[in-house]
């Protein structure tokens, strides 16, 4: 037989990793195995990822100076919104879900696959067919109204590609939508023997959550989009003041769904992180059932808060009182979460692994961006900072030092997962404090100048903030190095790796009971589920790297055991 | 014969969990399209209480018999398809096919009187822009956003119809079993164009006209 051949054959032997099912180009661009569409959607967002970085890396350069340096200011114009087109909908919006939920969804609740195999494909190509658009758009000369697409400036008055660009958010919204549909009905309807919805771990619930947001909110942004290239390009008047539309319909129909995508952005984010500190606490997650309602809460009263994007928009002041008090409470459950996974590490037996470095990252960075949040909720604050750089680092704060950390976060505790090998922990763990660090000296400094009335997206601006901008510049490159380097070290461990076994971190869930990379069916035999998640107390071992040697995978996760005196302390 | 073995798909453990599935699939992405037309029907209801005058006036304009008949049609449709998708659930497979065949012709008829209504509508002039024959001004919001209900909606519809064709197509082909679940969600998403319409006919072409 030919090396082809038992390679071949070696796909037909029951357990053949996902990996290996199948080596063609095709055979990946047409594959139906979530794990692959995980992958497919993980190398897309990277790609996308780094198109907006650069986009930023030059705005950054080019504000170190007061009057610019080598950019005109349409040109600066049409960066930042490239940036903010790319982030939030190539990249932020898909990131956790599309990879982590597409992946790991099916594994956590003993599933073969999602509800709609083919639906999920679906989604992906989607996905590439609106960046490619909108690609097209940005790069033939791009689009100056800044990711929000405001009216009249993006139907009247603007020059550029905004029915292009409008039209590849338009399509990849309908990914977003694919993915939200699948996953809700997988949680429904693919749960294994056992798993009661309050067995699920908390990943699982965020996914479902998010999923809501992302049926129910994306289609209005697609309309609100779908009206502006209508305007655009056939005249309709629907916003134009001048036949008697208003330009601030466009402003609720767009916040009706950017708030609530800014919760996509974040429930996921909160999902991993609910996985990866009980892993690395050894402790079980506290308050389980309170963590499941704030998901939920969080998901729902986000709906009802988008008019805080608006109180300088001309709403009347009892709007704007109740937009402010209902972004109070959204804040609530938010809250809630930090304060039980800070309690989680209470008599903990905390180590400090690259994932665990990012999720508590995650949770400092998380609480600064949502306290700034709720001071923007109080609508005289608001009235001040509104449009300044102090509302550039409270988002930056939650998307960046929240999302971005939490993905990161996840990428290297399920990295073993996924690929069947380690990465460097040192090198991880360098990039883990790396992050921090530009992080916090990129925009730290933003909220200062934007205190100090800083405007956004302003191209010059006054002398006495130059040196804040220096400084947010150089934290912004700090940060860049600390991005490249998980590509570098990552890359590495494909091809020099130690081989992961299947579960590494000696964590608890259900996809950890499989094979490091999974077979292509998941579970060779699924494991049977009779308790709930986190089941760490009795879990006497620490986590450690795997050396190699495939641990065997245990049947069922172990019930709590009734608590002894001194359990839990050196293990 | 029974063809149930082939109807199962991965990753579903059986037919009933796939049929429910399917269901639930289905009325989640109605659910969407829901928020999506709904954004439409906010517009709508925001500028009919900002400029009632104006909408009395942009609405008498309205073609009533193209959009009644096309209402007569879409409701006819919806029967046939309701006994199409009984027919699977007895196995009559002539029957379903046929049905179908009719849904998508009534459809058709549909896209076909909505075509001579968008004639008549630019005969007139209709169309927001420097040639517009109405007064004031915000009549023209109420044509901006019929063309855009009604274009969005045509568009749903004729993806309902393609979708249709190749179901049958498949069935008729038997690359499918009769007791495939994914009737259902076709019949779902068909029945939820219908209902736009049923929401879209009285707020476009009877307000205000007694």
Known sequence: MTDAAIADAAVDLPGASYLEAGHTLLSWLTTTDHKRIAILYAISITFFFFIGGIAIGLVRLELMSPRGLFLTSDAYNRLFSLHGIIMVWFFLVPSIPATMGNFLLPLMIGAHDVAFPRLNLLSWYLYVFGAAFTLYALIAGGV?????????????????????????????????????????ATAHMLRAPGMTWFRLPLFVWAMYTVSMVMVLATPV????????????????????????????????????????????????????????????????????????YALIAIAVIGFMVWGHHMFVAGQSPFANLVFSFLSFVVAVPSAIKVFNWTATLHRAEITFEAPMLYALGFVGLFTIGGLTGLFLASVPIDIHATDTYFVIAHFHFVMVGGTVSAYMAGLH???????????????????????FLGFNATFLPQFVMGWNGMPRRYHYYPDVFQAWHVMSSVGALILAVAYVLPLIYFGWSLIYGRRAGANPWNATGLEWQTSSPPPKENFRRLPRIDAGPYAYHESAQPPTAGDGTPSPPSPTPLPNPPPRAGEGRGG | ????????????????????????????????????????????????????????????ETEVFYGSMNLVLLLTSSVTMTIAVDASRRGMRRTVVVCLALTMLLGAAFLLFKGLEYSADIAKALFPGAHFPLRPPQTQLFWGLYWVMTGVHAIHLAIGIGVVGVFAL???????????????????????????WIILFPLLYLVDRS
């Open chain 1, 144 to 184: 100056d109204t800044g990711w929000t697409f405001y009216t009249p400036l993006s139907t009247n008055y603007a020059t550029g590609y905004v029915i292009a660009a409008a039209a590849g958010v338009f399509v990849v919204g309908f990914s977003s939508i694919a993915t939200g549909v699948n996953f809700m």
């Open chain 1, 221 to 292: 942004l697609a309309m609100s989009l779908l009206l502006v290239i209508a305007e655009r390009a056939l005249g309709l008047p629907i916003f134009d003041a001048a036949r008697g539309g208003d330009p601030v319909l466009f402003q609720h129909l767009f916040w009706f769904y950017s708030h609530p995508a800014v919760y996509i952005m974040i429930l996921p984010a909160m999902g991993v992180v609910s996985e990866v500190i009980p892993c690395f606490a050894r402790r079980t997650i506290f308050g389980y059932a309170f963590m499941v």
């Open chain 1, 413 to 435: 505790f399920w990295w073993p997962k996924l690929t069947g090998r380690m990465y460097s922990e040192a090198w991880a763990r360098f990039a883990a404090i790396t992050t």
């Open chain 2, 1 to 60: 014969m029974s063809d149930t073995a082939t109807a199962l798909r991965e990753p579903w453990p059986d037919l009933d969990r796939q049929r429910e599935g399917v269901s639930v699939g289905i009325w989640l992405f109605i659910a969407s399209e829901v928020l999506f037309f709904g954004a439409l029907f906010l517009g709508y209801a925001v500028y009919r209480s900002l400029y009632p005058e104006a909408f009395r006036i942009a609405g008498a």
């Open chain 2, 170 to 196: 498949i069935l008729r082909r038997r690359l499918l079993p009769i007791e495939s679940p994914a009737i259902l969600g076709v019949a779902t998403y068909w029945h939820f164009v219908d209902t736009v």
